[in-house]
């Protein structure tokens, strides 16, 4: 079975800022997908960036990226020169590939501070 | 061109009672998924249809059934509701290929049991 873990239940960050969320995950499978979803106050669960297991480089979406530590089982993402609208809960969530069962983890709350 | 949408926003029901969520998913996507968000966490898979047929399900019981119509619309039930049933369920839609499809959100409904 998959599973996903966040370790920062909150994190902040000061406008403009760099700030790292971490993510560990388990699955005994070799083909997967690892994301990281942004769920604002809206509620609207949005996709911000995907990475997929086979690929050993790090996926990148503008202010976005991600560590990608495969052997570590580590899927961290960083958001650089943060801003207002990137508060929000931050999911890490898990595909295994041909499967459409996303398993998420409890989430991080981002403050970002003007 | 319409994201996902969802129906009721919110909903009130007491124990006991029954409940249909409704979602209809993005243009062009035939796959619907439904997860449930208790407060505080990450969304948890409660099934998948495909074809008007449940193709995949999570650890959740009977009470939850769903249902997918020829127009890809899905529905949600749940019965004999209880108070732990109270939490934000949301609609993903996809379109169904060999390997990875990206899934995108409904806003959610917002059901509280009393």
Redesign the interface.
């Known amino acids: 079975a998959q599973t996903?873990t966040q370790s920062q239940p909150e994190m902040s960050v000061q406008e403009a800022e760099t700030v790292t969320l971490s993510c560990t995950y388990d699955t005994s499978e070799s083909d997967y997908?690892l994301f990281w979803?942004k769920q604002p106050p809206?509620?609207?669960?949005?996709?911000v960036i995907?990475q997929?297991a086979y690929k050993q480089q790090n996926a990148t979406e503008n202010r976005f990226s991600v560590n990608f530590q495969k052997a570590a089982k580590s899927f961290s993402l960083k958001i650089s020169d943060s801003q207002l609208g990137d508060a929000a809960m931050y999911?890490c969530?898990s595909?295994q590939?041909?499967?459409?069962?996303?398993?998420?983890?409890?989430?991080t709350k981002l403050t970002v501070n003007p | 061109d319409a994201g996902v949408t969802q129906s009721p926003t919110h909903l009130i029901k007491t124990r006991g009672q029954q409940v249909t969520l409704r979602c209809s998913p993005k243009s062009g996507h035939d796959?619907v998924?439904w997860?449930q968000q208790a407060l505080?966490?990450?969304?948890?898979?409660i099934f998948?249809y495909y074809e008007e047929e449940e193709?995949?399900r999570?650890n959740f019981p009977d009470r939850f059934s769903g249902h997918q119509f020829p127009n890809y619309s899905s529905e949600l039930n749940v019965n004999a509701l209880l108070l732990g049933d109270s939490a934000?369920y949301?609609c993903?839609s996809?379109l169904?290929l060999w390997?990875?499809?990206?899934?995108f959100?409904?806003?959610?409904t917002?059901l509280t049991v009393l």
């Not at chain 1, 590939?97 to 989430?107: I, Q, R, T, Y």
């Not at chain 2, 505080?40 to 898979?45: L, M, T």
């Not at chain 2, 959100?105 to 959610?108: D, E, L, N, Y």
């Open positions: 996903v997908y979803y809206s509620r609207q669960m949005i996709l995907r997929e999911f969530a595909l590939g041909g499967s459409e069962k996303l398993v998420f983890g409890k989430g | 796959t998924s997860y505080g966490q990450g969304p948890q898979f998948q193709r995949q999570g934000l949301l993903a996809s169904l390997s990875y499809n990206e899934q959100f409904g806003p959610g917002r």
